[in-house]
């Protein structure tokens, strides 16, 4: 089949119609140039034949002989290219088919006829017509020969010059592009150089393409080892984000969640939510207080900076507080499109840890009630506050002999009675302290003696319970001796405070033996110097 959009067609038909345009020039140039010449050449045989017939017609006119005349006039008529001829003198007349001349308006060629001695004198006058008719059909045959001639010679150099660059261009090209078309990039196959070409155009372009596709094989090679490398580390990065402990997603502006770990999934399980793909604009639905993660995340993200934070998220099917620790970095893609990085890290168990510890910290871990140090930062609260409050200060007594008798165990075994005691007599919006040893601090929401009077009254029954240890019959009895001082009547200041009321415990342990009900005493500001009450 024939690819009239191939290059040897179309320089075919490039070659025949440049043949055409100039065989078409050539012979219009030739025809032309042939019909003017076979005039020329007409009327250069005129003149011959009158040459030929001249000195006849100059005795014919001499002698005024007609047979002569005659002779002359019927030579030139017989020639092809003549149609008719005449010759006329003051004694002669003969003319032959000058009618027919006329009537075909051929106008005639007028000879001059001389004297046969005397040149310079006229005789008469030839008149000849030349036959138009056969001279322009014989210049026209010649001219159409010529150009069929010129047409067959085209023709055949069209052809040759066909068949020349068909062997020598068109065929090597097809070979060229066939075997282009066979091979696939990025492969070692390379064009066979055409025979004969190796220093022409063809082998240079041959050469040029082989360069080519070896610069094809070797990005080729390069992006195929670049995509093995990308491929590798997708599979560890995806290994890495799938099975990371810290539970990771990738989202949109609007919430959308685009990638998600299988941590993540877990973490939304644990607090009872159904796995989905949209848990609001910045997962406020996963967290107890979605208005704070929400303000702290867009002010970071507005200054452009990765947001951080501990955030306590909805408590879960058991109940238990689930605390992360959130990491949220906002990312922008080459094509300007904005996402949201935010991992969770669980961070439950060391919350719980750091409350245990501030537990141990504040608690006496014999009693179980608030220990001094725990007694200090709510006596620094209550007075930060405001609130007013009586600070009763409790020694046992009788807890020495206890220990040395009984051992450390009867003792721990009174203290722990004691702080059973206070934590029962007093009331819901009273505390209890362990101050140290055997001394114990009440803090008592209270602002006159009277209303002391009445809960460490309670608390004094609960204390002189008797106790029996070892199997003693005789029942072992302790009793405390009790020091009260009111805040912010007698002092702001909290050492002053507890100094105050060490002093009246101290007064009230004076009397144990000889007064044992007094074992309650107030304080008296008044006994101090102006600088403890700073």
């Known amino acids: 089949m024939i690819n009239i959009r191939g290059l040897g067609f179309r320089f075919a038909l490039f070659l025949v119609a440049a043949a055409m345009l100039v065989v078409i020039t050539t012979a219009e140039f030739f025809y032309r140039a042939t019909y003017e010449n076979e005039l020329d050449e007409a009327n250069h045989d005129i003149e011959e034949l009158y040459r030929t017939v001249g000195p006849t017609a100059s005795i014919a006119a001499f002698l005024e002989e007609e047979d002569l005349a005659k002779e002359a006039i019927n030579g030139l008529v017989k020639s092809d290219k003549i149609l ?12 032959l088919n000058v009618t027919d001349a006329i009537n075909k308006n051929i106008e005639p060629r007028v000879f001059l006829v001389r004297h046969p001695f005397i040149p ?57 592009g066939r075997s282009l078309h066979e091979i696939t990039p990025g492969t070692t196959q390379r064009i066979a150089v055409p025979e004969y070409h190796t220093d022409s155009e063809i082998g240079a372009f041959v050469h040029d393409t082989n360069q080519l596709l070896s610069k094809v094989e070797e990005q080729f090679s ?9 491929e590798f580390l997708e599979k560890r990065f995806r290994m890495l984000f799938e099975n990371a402990k810290s539970a990771t997603v990738l989202m949109t502006e609007s919430g959308i969640i685009e990638l998600r770990n299988k941590a993540f999934i877990d973490l939304v399980v644990k607090i009872g939510l159904e796995e989905k793909q949209d848990y609001g604009e910045l997962l406020e639905e996963l967290f107890e207080n979605p208005a704070s993660i929400k303000v702290s995340l867009l002010e970071a993200f507005s200054r452009n900076e990765f947001a951080t934070g501990e955030f306590k998220l909805k408590s879960g099917v058991n109940k238990a507080a689930i605390w992360v620790q959130l990491i949220a970095s906002p990312l922008m893609t080459e094509e300007g499109e904005r996402f949201y990085q935010i991992t969770f890290n669980d961070i439950s168990t060391r919350k719980r840890e750091l409350q245990n510890l501030a537990l141990q910290a504040d608690f006496d871990s014999l009693t179980g009630i608030y220990n001094r140090n725990g007694g200090e930062k709510l006596i620094a609260k209550l007075m930060n506050k405001g609130h007013h409050f009586a600070l009763a200060l409790i020694d046992l007594n009788g807890f020495k002999a206890v220990n040395d008798i009984f051992g450390h165990d009867a003792g721990d075994e009174v203290l722990i009675f004691v702080s059973e005691q206070l934590r029962d007599k007093i009331r819901k919006v009273d505390v209890a302290v362990r101050w140290g040893g055997d001394e114990f601090v009440l803090l008592l929401q209270a602002e006159d003696e009277k209303a002391v009077e009445t809960v460490i009254s309670k608390v004094n029954k609960g204390i002189k319970q008797p106790f029996y240890f070892n199997d003693d019959t005789t029942p072992t009895v ?20 507890i100094k105050l009321a060490d002093i009246a415990m101290y007064k009230a342990k004076q009397n144990k033996v000889a007064a044992p009900d007094d074992y309650l005493m107030f304080a008296e500001p008044e006994g101090l110097d102006s600088s403890d009450n700073q």
């Open 84 to 95: 008719a001829a005449s010759i006329k003198s003051d004694a002669l007349y003969y003319q």
């Open 120 to 176: 310079e004198e006229t005789l008469a006058e030839v008149n000849i017509y030349p036959n138009f008719d056969h001279i322009i059909h014989q210049a026209e045959k010649i001219s159409n020969d010529n150009s069929y001639s010129l047409y067959v010679e085209a023709l055949v150099v069209g052809i040759v010059a066909l068949v020349i660059t068909y062997y020598i261009i068109i065929s090597p090209m097809l070979r060229v």
């Open 478 to 497: 302790v009793s405390m001796s009790v020091g009260v001082a009111f805040y912010p009547r007698m002092s702001r200041n909290m050492n002053t405070l």
């Open 222 to 230: 390069q992006e195929r080892q670049l995509r093995e490398e990308i």
